[in-house]
């Protein structure tokens, strides 16, 4: 019932910069946060960023200073500007959200994920 769309992966060059949208659509009621984590090859999935429905943001370590979430509530998209990127950025990047049907429960659904390669 619920859907997300990752967009705007891709290659690019060590330094450069990218732009990820996730578009939640479906049976939502609420949207609480959104959130963005990366997988890459052998590795355990990485928390990159969350958003909660006020606007507070969270960030991972290896992404502060060159990352930025945001989200629009009346779209229901979350962004991930990735600013500064470094080859180590390269991984498959699945968005997150913790939303509601209706006021009772919380659930948790994740999207396809979208792949982006920083060449050095």
């Known amino acids: 019932q619920v859907q997300l769309v990752e967009s705007g992966g891709g290659l690019v060059q060590a330094g450069g910069s990218l732009r990820l949208s996730c578009v939640a659509s479906g049976s939502i009621f609420r949207l609480n946060a959104m959130g963005w984590y990366r997988q890459a090859p052998g590795k355990q999935r990485e928390f990159v960023a969350t958003?909660?429905?006020?606007?507070?943001?969270t960030y991972g370590d290896s992404v502060k200073g060159r990352f930025t979430i945001s989200r629009d509530n009346a779209k229901n998209t979350a962004y991930l500007q990735m600013n500064s990127l470094k080859p180590e950025d390269t991984a498959v990047y699945y968005c997150n959200v913790k939303y509601q049907r209706s006021s009772l429960f919380e659930y948790d659904h994740w999207g396809q994920g979208t792949q982006v390669t920083v060449s050095s």
């Open positions: 958003v909660g429905s006020g606007g507070t943001t």
